[in-house]
């Protein structure tokens, strides 16, 4: 299974523990953890269930493409990172 794993920096305000989860996309996985921390959602999307900008989704190493419906597919061994993006202006 996907294993799905929070930047200390988001669990600063929601500590949740990585964990595998069955989920063939992002979407599917974070849905997963957010059964069991709800609190975690508005945090990581935004109202329309797209990302807010200032979090970042890497699936074995890569940024997803898909930020709006999180479709980017997962295979059974991949590994799911969400962080806090940087920006600077």
């Known amino acids: 299974m996907p294993n799905?794993?929070?930047a200390p920096a988001i669990q600063r305000h929601v500590p949740v523990p990585a964990r595998d989860v069955p989920a063939a996309t992002v979407a599917e996985a974070?849905?997963?953890?957010?059964?069991?921390r709800p609190e975690l959602r508005?945090?990581?999307l935004d109202d329309q269930?797209?990302?807010r900008r200032?979090?970042?989704v890497f699936v074995d190493g890569a940024m997803i493409r898909d930020r709006v419906r999180l479709g980017d597919p997962l295979r059974p061994e991949s590994r799911v990172?969400?962080?806090?993006?940087l920006s600077g202006g």
């Open 49 to 51: 269930g797209s990302l």
């Open 42 to 44: 508005g945090y990581i």
């Open 54 to 56: 200032h979090v970042a």
């Open 4 to 6: 799905v794993t929070f």
């Open 81 to 85: 990172y969400v962080v806090q993006a």
């Open 30 to 36: 974070l849905a997963e953890v957010f059964v069991e």
